[in-house]
């Protein structure tokens, strides 16, 4: 092995480990959101992110069941953010910051070691980053729903939990057949 594959290789379990790390600060955080405002901003960050990665997926993606995943993705969080755009243009979410138009950093990381990931890695570096994105927005939705303090978000991240499950379950599944 060179030492510029060994270099890649190290770089790769580092963006892992980064990504990981990752996670967990957004599952805590998606566990304590209940304020509209941070409702927003995590739902629109993590449908940018699921679009941005999907479209890499479908670039780089190796295999047929990964790109076809990426595709779903991609529509689904795309009528998820008109969704939310919707539920923000009623009375009851007035004052409420509208979502931002950019990734925060931990996402643009994950967008990164995505790109930076070798063709032989790419399909479950995606996979263990859709895991991880989808245990987070599982976990939003259903806290969110629960316990937020706007009645017209909290019905838009009830009505999101089935989808956002299925996806997780599907992601799982992906990966534990590559």
Not at 21 to 28: D, F, H, S, T, Y
Not at 110 to 122: G, K, N, P, Q, V
Not at 127 to 154: F, I, K, P
């Amino acid at each position: 092995m060179s030492s510029e594959q060994e270099a890649g290789g190290f770089k790769q379990v580092v963006n892992k480990v980064g990504d990981a790390l990752g996670g967990i600060v957004g599952q805590a955080s998606a566990a304590t959101t209940s304020s509209a405002a941070g409702f927003v901003e995590s739902t629109a960050v993590g449908d940018l992110y699921e679009i941005r990665s999907g479209t890499i997926a479908l670039q780089r993606g190796q295999s047929e069941a990964v790109r076809l995943a990426a595709r779903q993705m991609i529509n689904d969080h795309m009528t998820s953010t008109h969704q939310l755009q919707a539920a923000l243009e009623m009375n009851e979410t007035k004052g409420v910051p509208a979502p931002p138009a950019a990734l925060d950093s931990r996402r643009e990381g994950m967008i990164r070691h995505l790109m930076e990931a070798s063709d032989d890695s790419f399909d479950r570096v995606y996979l263990d980053q859709q895991v991880m994105a989808h245990e987070e927005t599982v976990t939003l939705m259903q806290g969110y729903g629960s316990g937020g303090d706007n009645s017209q978000l909290r019905s838009f991240a009830l009505s999101s939990v089935p989808v956002v499950a299925r996806h997780l379950d599907h992601m799982k599944d992906l990966r534990a057949s590559i």
